[in-house]
């Protein structure tokens, strides 16, 4: 049973270059969360995404950074134009559908690591 | 402005010692979370706290929500080197799907 995949675990951009990253979640989970965690900080919400719904993009710059979970495939957090300040971790987290992360949690992967250079 | 204090930042003790981490705010939450998390990976769940007052046990973990439920600690007992990591607390509010996370301990247990 195949917990939450990221990929790539390591990305490096030069300014100015596109970033993508994919997450898929779970068996079964159909919703999907993003967080940034930059060195010595906690982890700080992104996005909240279920099937083809953006649910909660309140924590998401509003230029330069998208995301997606299409009916069918990874979601996908997008970063245009990279800038050094976008060199963080980022993680994914999913759960299912009747079992909220504010009672049961999240399950996160491993994460990307993005560089910009 | 952090939501949620988590102190102390950085814990280095000796195999076998007990230590305790808190978790504080001004702000009241539905449930509070502790995850560990080891270097180059994700956060991994321990524990979900939901009730006022709780307290649950895992081995050698045991986690409090405070009364109000504003703030919770992490006791270890006998730490151990496999204990080491950094340890993040989170809140939650309501059946909004995002936590707020702390800045976490950084908990160093030498043999």
């Known amino acids: 049973n195949a917990g939450v995949m990221q990929n790539p675990r390591h990305l490096v951009r030069r300014r100015g270059q596109e970033a993508r990253l994919r997450c898929s979640p779970m068996k079964g989970h159909s919703h999907v969360y993003w967080y940034r965690q930059l060195p010595e900080e906690g982890l700080k919400f992104m996005v909240y995404l279920q099937k083809e719904n953006i649910i909660d993009e309140s924590g998401m710059p509003k230029e330069r950074f998208s995301a997606e979970f299409p009916k069918e495939g990874p979601s996908i957090l997008r970063i245009q134009q990279v800038v050094r300040g976008d060199s963080a971790a980022y993680f994914c987290?999913?759960?299912?559908?009747?079992?909220?992360?504010?009672?049961?949690?999240?399950?996160f992967g491993s994460g990307t690591r993005l560089t910009v250079v | 402005t952090q939501l949620l204090e988590q102190s102390p930042q950085f814990l280095s003790i000796q195999e076998g010692e007990n230590l305790t981490v808190y978790c504080n705010s001004s702000?009241?939450?539905?449930?509070l979370q502790w995850y560990r998390q080891e270097p180059g990976e994700g956060p991994v769940l321990l524990v979900t706290v939901v009730t006022g007052g709780e307290v649950k046990k895992l081995k050698r973990l045991t986690f409090q929500f405070g009364d109000a439920r504003k703030d919770s600690s992490l006791h270890i007992t006998a730490a151990q080197p496999g204990d080491t990591g950094l340890y993040l607390c989170a809140g939650a509010r309501g059946s909004q799907g995002n936590l707020i996370f702390g800045k976490g301990t950084k908990l160093s247990v030498k043999p």
């Open positions: 987290a999913s759960s299912p559908p009747d079992r909220g992360p504010s009672n049961y949690g999240y399950t």
């Open positions: 702000s009241v939450f539905s449930s």
